[in-house]
């Protein structure tokens, strides 16, 4: 026991650094985040029992996989009977639910016991606590960060605190939509409905917990990547290592969780280092460089009319929205290591029909747990970001036709029968389990289109040349490495020859690269189309391939310095890691822009999402607070419409609780019903303004409107025309500021 803790004291030593370090940098904040970090741990370890199945070829069992497993099955299952109006959602409901899971966990575990099976990675205790630790510091960094710039304003926060706001009020799902009042949100609410979840469960308040959210997920952004190449390496590398190289998996799992969370592209590289270093020499002006310039190129530098969007995680991180594609980053992470631990296991198992009877050959095809939770996961992304389905259902399908080429031994009709048989069972059970979803959806995808406007050449160098290159470099290399080693060549021996972590790289390679080609050729039509037609096509595209990116140059640039013997390829790997990590600058350059003074922890605000309404809505602040603090359920609150990302519809975001009609762009998106929008605006605007009580009083009850808030925008969008006097006379003042202007009245009915 002793020797034990002898060996551990360094990692506990680590422990209490951190634990302080967190109490000091974080101040009031840091029981929050303690009891967010200390929920995901306790839920990862009651939940290993079914993550050790499903990862029983990791060397640590899937431990940090097993965070984000727990949190996908309690909180989809609590969504999902909930949607079917078996339950209500409720905090008592969400942790009733997770207690169930928590129960069947252990009835596995037991039986486990049983069989002697082992689950828990019982003799790795040293690197579980290692990645529990550099889990907690991530987390850490950017829940620091975010401390600098809490605000749930700007950009679409609004829009993303206000679905947490609506679903804390509502006991049914989906909520009431706060910017549509006649609707519920017809949007992927999935994410938003996670971090809610989480905060039920857990206690905590909204208000810190937006923020919470989105650097929790950062921290799995990181961690993830980096337990799934270390293992990717360790495979690679075998069993028999010592020396330094033991080393390597961890070196290239850190550099993974680098390249997809934490680093910016070659975009930085070029404009703000190269180019105003070129500009300096020749005694010119140096060019100032903007962090989101990295994620608007195409189609802004040059000028002209095919605006894009090629975001990338750390963007999103330092931005701060919690949207669903930011929030689907730990399930799809989840999924692709799903999909290397299958490769694994199908590949020791090696079922075949000459050494299995038809039906156990079809059974043990079907019914891998690894492809069912795949399954069910691909299902969860219609609601959380659909566009994450159709990538990674095309990614999943491409995993299994390589496999079965392999494990089929060549054979066409039994690959294909098996592979479509897997599509079809994966598309179906996705389908069924997202149906109370699916049911209530209007989709907002207006077909597919060609392609009329393409990338610059060298635009697409910059922002995806080198992943591409080294990608390019190990396929080819790997192909020509193997061919010559091979008598009769086929492609089946040629992939068969491919060891499975060289093999996901390579496909995990191919697919970014897909994705990036795919907007060039078609791209999928919505309101944006003119001006902005493959904005929304590129953007969701390119941010799942730069994920796949980020771990395949992880693991290439490992292959090419240490596997590879020619100088060529070595050159090739130590450009490509110089570049890689010069691109990581852009982490400093967008934390020094967006986050100011973070070296100062004097300097920090806080993660209340909600603070900045004191500063910025000086006039509405208290009235808001006071329809957060008084009014249950979900009444309807009328306040000003406005445009989209604009100060408008503060109100109902803030409180999440439903307007007439919102932020105009987005409910355009969701409804493509400009009509109705017209008339709600011209609606709102004549209960603000009409002198006709007979009027006024027909659209309070045709929109069946409790509250009428009165403040800034209003007084600011109608001016002169607001009738103070009629809407006073509408019912009871039950907030009236004393020091400004603003008042709330509550309708008499």
Same mark, same amino acid.
């Given at each position: 026991?002793?020797?034990?803790?002898? *060996?551990?004291?360094?990692?506990?030593?680590? @422990?209490?650094?951190?634990?302080?370090?967190? @109490?000091?940098?974080?101040?009031?904040?840091?029981?929050?985040?303690?009891?967010?970090?200390?929920?995901?741990?306790?839920?990862?370890?009651? @939940?290993?029992?079914?993550?050790?199945?499903?990862?029983?070829?990791?060397?640590?069992?899937?431990?940090?996989?097993?965070?984000?497993?727990?949190?996908?099955?309690?909180?989809?299952?609590?969504?999902?009977?909930?949607?079917? *109006?078996?339950?209500?959602?409720?905090?008592?409901?969400?942790?009733?639910?997770?207690?169930?899971?928590?129960?069947? &966990?252990?009835?596995?575990?037991?039986?486990?016991?049983?069989?002697?099976?082992?689950?828990?990675?019982?003799?790795?205790?040293?690197?579980?606590?290692?990645?529990?630790?550099?889990?907690?510091?991530?987390?850490?960094?950017?829940?620091?960060? @975010?401390?600098?710039?809490?605000?749930?304003?700007?950009?679409?926060?609004?829009?993303?605190?206000?679905?947490?706001?609506?679903?804390?009020?509502?006991?049914?799902?989906?909520?009431?939509?706060?910017?549509?009042?006649e609707g519920t949100i017809n949007y992927y609410y999935g994410g938003q409905y996670f971090a809610v979840f989480l905060t039920k469960l857990s206690g905590t308040k909204v208000e810190l917990t937006y923020n919470?959210?989105?650097?929790?997920?950062?921290?799995?952004?990181?961690?993830?990547?980096?337990?799934?190449?270390?293992?990717?390496?360790?495979?690679?590398?075998?069993?028999?290592?010592?020396?330094?190289?033991?080393?390597?998996?961890?070196?290239?799992?850190?550099?993974?969780?680098?390249?997809?969370?934490?680093?910016?592209?070659?975009?930085?590289?070029?404009?703000?280092?190269?180019?105003?270093?070129?500009?300096?020499?020749?005694?010119?002006?140096?060019?100032?460089?903007?962090?989101?310039?990295?994620?608007?190129?195409?189609?802004?530098?040059?000028?002209?009319?095919?605006?894009?969007?090629?975001?990338?995680?750390?963007?999103?991180?330092?931005?701060?929205?919690?949207?669903?594609?930011?929030?689907?980053?730990?399930?799809?992470?989840?999924?692709?290591?799903?999909?290397?631990?299958?490769?694994?296991?199908?590949?020791?198992?090696?079922?075949?029909?000459?050494?299995?009877?038809?039906?156990?050959?079809?059974?043990?095809?079907?019914?891998?747990?690894?492809?069912?939770a795949a399954a069910a996961l691909l299902g969860m992304f219609h609601w959380t970001n659909y566009w994450d389905f159709v990538i990674y259902y095309v990614v999943t399908g491409g995993t299994l036709l390589f496999?079965?080429?392999?494990?089929?031994?060549?054979?066409?009709?039994?690959?294909?029968?098996? +592979?479509?048989?897997?599509?079809?069972?994966?598309?179906?059970?996705?389908?069924?389990?997202?149906l109370p979803f699916t049911l209530q959806f209007t989709t907002m995808v207006q077909g597919v289109r060609l392609a009329q406007n393409h990338s610059l050449p060298h635009q697409l160098l910059i922002l995806w040349?080198?992943?591409?290159?080294?990608?390019?470099?190990?396929?080819?290399?790997?192909?020509? *490495?193997?061919?010559?080693?091979?008598?009769?060549? /086929?492609?089946?021996?040629?992939?068969?020859?491919?060891?499975?972590?060289?093999?996901?790289?390579?496909?995990?390679?191919?697919?970014?690269?897909?994705?990036?080609?795919?907007?060039?050729?078609?791209?999928?039509?919505?309101?944006?189309?003119?001006?902005?037609?493959?904005?929304?096509?590129?953007?969701?595209?390119?941010?799942?391939?730069?994920?796949?990116?980020?771990?395949?140059?992880?693991?290439?640039?490992?292959?090419?310095?240490?596997?590879?013997?020619?100088?060529?390829?070595?050159?090739?790997?130590?450009?490509?890691?110089?570049?890689?990590?010069?691109? &990581?600058?852009?982490?400093?350059?967008?934390?020094?822009?967006?986050?100011?003074?973070?070296? #100062?922890?004097?300097?920090?605000?806080?993660?209340?999402?909600?603070?900045?309404?004191?500063?910025?809505?000086? *006039?509405?602040?208290?009235?808001?607070?006071?329809?957060?603090?008084?009014?249950? #359920?979900?009444?309807?609150?009328?306040?000003?419409?406005? #445009?989209?990302? /604009?100060?408008?519809?503060?109100?109902?975001?803030?409180?999440?609780?439903?307007?007439?009609?919102?932020?105009?762009?987005?409910?355009?998106?969701?409804?493509?019903?400009?009509?109705?929008?017209?008339?709600?605006?011209?609606?709102?605007?004549?209960?603000?303004? /009409?002198?006709?009580?007979?009027?006024?009083?027909?659209?309070?009850?045709?929109?069946?409107?409790?509250?009428?808030?009165?403040? /800034? &925008?209003?007084?600011?969008?109608?001016?002169?025309?607001?009738?103070?006097?009629?809407?006073?006379?509408?019912?009871?003042?039950?907030?009236?500021?004393?020091?400004?202007? +603003?008042?709330?009245?509550?309708?008499?009915?």
């Amino acid at each position: 026991m002793k020797t034990k803790i002898r *060996e551990t004291l360094p990692e506990i030593i680590a @422990a209490v650094i951190l634990a302080a370090l967190s @109490a000091y940098l974080l101040q009031g904040d840091v029981w929050t985040f303690w009891t967010w970090w200390l929920l995901a741990l306790f839920m990862g370890m009651v @939940a290993m029992p079914l993550t050790g199945r499903l990862f029983e070829g990791f060397e640590d069992k899937g431990w940090l996989f097993s965070k984000v497993l727990a949190i996908a099955v309690t909180g989809f299952l609590t969504w999902f009977l909930v949607a079917l *109006e078996i339950l209500s959602f409720t905090a008592a409901v969400c942790i009733g639910v997770s207690v169930a899971c928590a129960v069947v &966990c252990a009835v596995i575990f037991h039986i486990q016991l049983k069989k002697d099976i082992e689950c828990y990675p019982t003799g790795k205790i040293r690197l579980i606590i290692r990645e529990e630790l550099l889990f907690f510091g991530i987390f850490l960094m950017w829940t620091y960060l @975010a401390g600098f710039r809490p605000q749930a304003y700007g950009t679409e926060k609004f829009m993303d605190y206000g679905f947490m706001e609506a679903m804390m009020r509502s006991t049914t799902l989906p909520a009431r939509d706060l910017w549509y009042s006649e609707g519920t949100i017809n949007y992927y609410y999935g994410g938003q409905y996670f971090a809610v979840f989480l905060t039920k469960l857990s206690g905590t308040k909204v208000e810190l917990t937006y923020n919470l959210m989105r650097t929790f997920v950062a921290g799995l952004a990181f961690i993830m990547p980096f337990s799934l190449v270390h293992q990717m390496v360790k495979d690679r590398l075998g069993r028999n290592i010592s020396g330094w190289k033991k080393k390597l998996p961890s070196v290239t799992g850190f550099l993974a969780g680098i390249a997809v969370s934490v680093a910016g592209n070659m975009h930085y590289v070029v404009y703000a280092c190269v180019i105003p270093w070129i500009q300096k020499l020749k005694g010119e002006e140096v060019s100032s460089y903007w962090f989101p310039d990295a994620t608007r190129y195409i189609g802004f530098n040059p000028d002209v009319a095919d605006k894009t969007i090629h975001e990338f995680p750390c963007y999103s991180f330092v931005l701060g929205d919690l949207h669903a594609h930011v929030v689907d980053i730990m399930f799809v992470l989840l999924i692709l290591a799903l999909l290397y631990a299958w490769m694994k296991k199908v590949r020791t198992t090696k079922i075949t029909l000459e050494n299995t009877e038809k039906k156990e050959f079809w059974r043990r095809q079907l019914l891998m747990p690894q492809l069912l939770a795949a399954a069910a996961l691909l299902g969860m992304f219609h609601w959380t970001n659909y566009w994450d389905f159709v990538i990674y259902y095309v990614v999943t399908g491409g995993t299994l036709l390589f496999m079965n080429i392999i494990c089929l031994k060549g054979d066409i009709r039994q690959i294909l029968a098996v +592979t479509i048989a897997q599509a079809i069972e994966i598309f179906a059970i996705a389908t069924v389990i997202i149906l109370p979803f699916t049911l209530q959806f209007t989709t907002m995808v207006q077909g597919v289109r060609l392609a009329q406007n393409h990338s610059l050449p060298h635009q697409l160098l910059i922002l995806w040349g080198l992943p591409t290159i080294l990608t390019l470099v190990f396929v080819i290399s790997l192909i020509i *490495e193997k061919l010559k080693k091979l008598e009769h060549k /086929s492609l089946y021996r040629l992939m068969k020859a491919v060891r499975t972590p060289d093999l996901f790289a390579v496909i995990m390679g191919l697919c970014a690269i897909g994705l990036v080609a795919i907007p060039e050729l078609v791209y999928v039509r919505d309101i944006y189309e003119n001006g902005n037609a493959r904005a929304n096509t590129m953007f969701k595209l390119t941010y799942q391939a730069y994920i796949m990116f980020g771990m395949t140059m992880a693991y290439v640039i490992f292959r090419l310095l240490f596997i590879n013997c020619k100088k060529i390829l070595k050159a090739v790997g130590v450009i490509g890691f110089v570049l890689l990590l010069w691109t &990581c600058g852009y982490f400093g350059r967008s934390v020094d822009s967006w986050f100011g003074q973070v070296l #100062d922890p004097s300097q920090y605000k806080g993660l209340n999402a909600t603070a900045f309404l004191e500063t910025d809505f000086v *006039e509405d602040a208290g009235a808001i607070r006071w329809l957060k603090e008084n009014i249950q #359920d979900s009444p309807v609150v009328l306040e000003a419409n406005g #445009d989209s990302y /604009s100060n408008y519809e503060r109100v109902s975001a803030m409180t999440g609780l439903p307007t007439v009609m919102g932020w105009y762009v987005h409910e355009w998106l969701w409804r493509n019903d400009v009509a109705d929008l017209n008339e709600k605006s011209a609606e709102i605007e004549s209960i603000y303004t /009409s002198t006709d009580t007979q009027r006024v009083q027909e659209l309070i009850k045709k929109y069946d409107i409790s509250y009428i808030f009165v403040g /800034s &925008c209003e007084r600011e969008k109608y001016g002169e025309n607001l009738n103070n006097a009629g809407l006073e006379s509408l019912g009871e003042i039950v907030y009236q500021d004393s020091n400004y202007e +603003t008042y709330i009245v509550k309708i008499e009915k």
